[in-house]
């Protein structure tokens, strides 16, 4: 069985900082707090987690649509979905500190995390965590609009503009990525829990007696396409919720979740949603958000299975997953073991000297490569510190340039992994690397 490793979690946040992966936001006003930037680095890697989903829920289905649905919404949907009145933490004060606390989060009950004192915590109140703005210039109660703090409503009040625009019947599903706003009150562990992030999540409409089945299969999917993506199974694990956790909507929820360097914790909720959202709206709104069946000729209202996962989590947890260390000639090398998708750079071109001869054979490969990949070019420093840097933000593939490929027309790939070398051929590069990026 895995064990977490506490000192990850700092080389994380360090490997960050140092390779332009996760910057802190607002640091040249000495941050912001929980809030953060996504570097050079951590730009493509991000992309790339919301890639490879939307190519597993979207692409790669017939059953799936996508959707892009607005941030900024009114107060009656958030009625509606019940958030207004339960989206709620319960928040603790520490009479001793003015520390504040998430009660549900706190090991011992009585016990403030900042100063330690016992018995001086406050009785919890109920903490809206949506953000409220207005719209427009002028501030009355008709301006008051708020920030979604999830995706999913969106896919919700839009179910019959898609029944009817896509022709889709259930079982189908509607996929959206995008961010997401909370105010948490506990933000923290880097990126893992912040007020601003990004979801990707998948509202999928079955039939009510299909419901238990879809559920079954969207916690197994979901689990999978973590594996396929590089985690270890012994770092994931299905925890089905108990009784006592489950939403009173709910049937069934089970969480994705991934060894983090502080133990178990979420990535992702699986959800039997039953027909709530829907009849929520189909009352709030009046409108007939039903499914007309027409070869049985009757009318129902689908219940919904949810997975619905976090695109920074899953970034910090493939960055976690695929860290290593290991000793070569002596020297510590740390490699990024990510799975070649979620790699920010599929590879990267390096002429073995800044003399011209090389550097322009060199650009002219990676221009090459450009169209098909995001191809790193370095040419500065010693070629070992620079397989080092690629191997730190989990570059796949390393092309050199040397003297002899002015002869032979022939490359050195070297490989991230197995720090294997071979020599190919210029012409056959793009065959070569399209069969290893799949
Ligand atoms: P928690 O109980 O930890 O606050 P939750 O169960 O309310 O989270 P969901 O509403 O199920 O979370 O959100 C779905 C996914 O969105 C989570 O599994 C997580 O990956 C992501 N997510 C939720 N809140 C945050 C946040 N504040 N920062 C980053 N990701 C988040």
């Known amino acids: 069985m895995a064990e977490p490793d506490p000192q990850l979690f700092d080389k994380i946040v360090n490997l960050s ?99 330690g004192t016992r018995g001086e915590l406050t009785e919890p109140r109920q903490f809206n965590l949506m953000f409220e703005t207005q719209a427009g210039p002028v501030k009355d109660a008709g301006a008051v609009a708020y920030l979604r703090p999830e995706t999913a409503q969106g896919m919700f009040i839009n179910f019959a503009n898609v029944v009817n625009t896509s022709r889709k019947k259930p079982p189908f599903g509607i996929a959206q990525i995008g961010k997401s706003f909370r105010n948490e009150i506990t933000p923290g562990n880097f990126v893992f829990r912040t007020r601003e992030f990004e979801q990707m999540e998948l509202e999928f409409f079955v039939p009510p007696g299909d419901a238990e089945q879809w559920y ?137 000297s800044k003399k011209p001869e090389l550097i322009e054979p060199a650009k002219d490969l990676a221009a090459t490569l450009q169209p098909h990949w995001m191809v790193d070019y370095d040419e500065t420093q010693a070629i070992g510190r620079r397989y080092r840097r690629q191997d730190e933000i989990g570059t796949p593939f390393c092309i050199t340039y040397d003297f002899d490929s002015l002869e032979d027309k022939a490359v050195t790939i070297r490989d991230r992994d197995s720090m294997d070398q071979v020599r190919l051929p210029i012409p056959d590069v793009v065959d070569w690397l399209s069969e290893r990026l799949k």
Not at 33 to 49: C, E, F, I, Q
Not at 287 to 305: G, K
């Open 17 to 115: 900082k140092r390779r332009g992966i996760v910057f802190p936001s607002a640091e040249i006003y000495g941050g912001f707090r929980s809030a953060y930037d996504y570097g050079p680095v951590g730009t493509l890697m991000l992309r790339n987690v919301k890639d490879a989903w939307w190519r597993s829920m979207v692409q790669l289905r017939s059953d799936v649509v996508g959707l892009d649905a607005s941030i900024l919404s009114p107060p009656a949907v958030w009625e509606a979905s019940g958030h207004l009145a339960n989206f709620t933490d319960p928040l603790v004060d520490c009479r001793h500190c003015g520390a504040r606390h998430r009660q549900d989060k706190l090991e011992d009950p009585v016990q403030c995390p900042t100063c």
């Open 216 to 352: 079954e299969y969207w916690c197994q999917e979901r689990y999978q396409w973590y594996v396929d993506h590089g985690i270890p199974a012994d770092k994931l694990r299905l925890r089905p919720h108990g009784p006592d956790e489950l939403s009173h909507y709910s049937s069934g929820t089970s969480d994705v979740e991934f060894l983090f360097p502080w133990g178990w914790d979420e990535l992702e909720g699986v959800a039997n949603r039953g027909d709530y959202d829907l009849t929520q709206h189909i009352e709030y709104s009046g409108q007939r958000l039903e499914y007309f069946d027409q070869a049985a000729n009757e009318r129902y209202v689908p219940h919904v299975i949810e997975p619905a996962a976090g695109a920074t989590r899953t970034m910090m947890a493939f960055l976690m997953a695929g860290y290593d260390e290991e000793t070569v000639n002596d020297e510590t090398r740390t490699v990024l073991r990510l799975h070649h998708r979620i790699a920010p750079y599929k590879v990267a071109v390096l002429p073995l």
